[in-house]
């Protein structure tokens, strides 16, 4: 098992640009959690979502911000029109159908950085 | 609302002394508690959950609901637990595969 996979791994984008980070779960996992960790501080959520389904976006900004996780493919966090402040690392985790199994296996990040 | 509160940001240590990381949490409900170890150029991992009630590495951590707190213990620390912890929490078995609050993490160097 492969482990979570997030790409790419450092991207770079000038201000205005899109960014697109993906996430492939884990075999098996059909949830999927979003996190940004904004220098020096910790892991903030931001989105979850199971299958063609968005179940918790509480903690996404409300502009400029989407998520998918479709029926087949990798889950995808957009940023539209970046902006110096969303330089952060952004990190996917999964976890497994099963509610009750609430363990979230982490990808290693994808390192934004805006110009 | 749900919080974490990790108090200590660095935590510097001599190779086999006894090591606490400390973390308190407010949430009305019952949470599951859990801590998350980053090595360095390493991916965030679990390191245990506090219904496992297991060891891992040396490590332990007690729930305690009355201090609302889950501190994490090592009586000898080692080297190679030199990392990031990361003190994390979800909301408890009434809620079905939900988000993880994070303290802002301790970073714990242990020295020769």
């Known amino acids: 098992n492969a482990g979570v996979m997030q790409n790419p791994r450092h991207l770079v984008r000038r201000r205005g640009q899109e960014a697109r980070l993906r996430c492939s779960p884990m075999?098996?996992?059909?949830?999927v959690y979003w996190y940004r960790q904004l220098p020096e501080e910790g892991l903030k959520f931001m989105v979850y979502l199971q299958k063609e389904n968005i179940i918790d976006e509480s903690g996404m900004p409300k502009e400029r911000f989407s998520a998918e996780f479709p029926k087949e493919g990798p889950s995808i966090l957009r940023i539209q029109q970046v902006v110096r402040g969303d330089s952060a690392a952004y990190f996917c985790a999964s976890s497994q159908r099963d509610p009750k199994a609430k363990t979230q296996y982490f990808g290693p990040g994808t390192r934004l950085l805006v110009l | 609302a749900q919080r974490v509160t990790q108090p200590e940001k660095l935590l510097s240590v001599f190779k086999g002394a006894p090591v606490e990381l400390k973390c308190n949490y407010s949430y009305s409900g019952s949470p599951e508690l859990f801590w998350y170890v980053q090595y360095s150029r390493q991916r965030l991992q679990l390191l245990l959950r506090?219904?496992s009630r297991e060891s891992i590495k040396g490590f332990t951590a007690d729930l305690n609901k009355g201090e609302t707190s889950f501190h994490l213990k090592k009586p000898f620390a080692q080297e190679e637990d030199s990392a990031m912890y990361y003190c994390?929490?979800?909301?408890?078995?009434?809620?079905?595969?939900?988000?993880?609050?994070f303290g802002e993490g301790t970073q714990l160097t242990v020295n020769p």
């Open positions: 506090h219904i």
């Open positions: 075999k098996g996992h059909s949830h």
């Open positions: 994390a929490l979800s909301p408890g078995k009434e809620t079905s595969g939900s988000r993880l609050t």
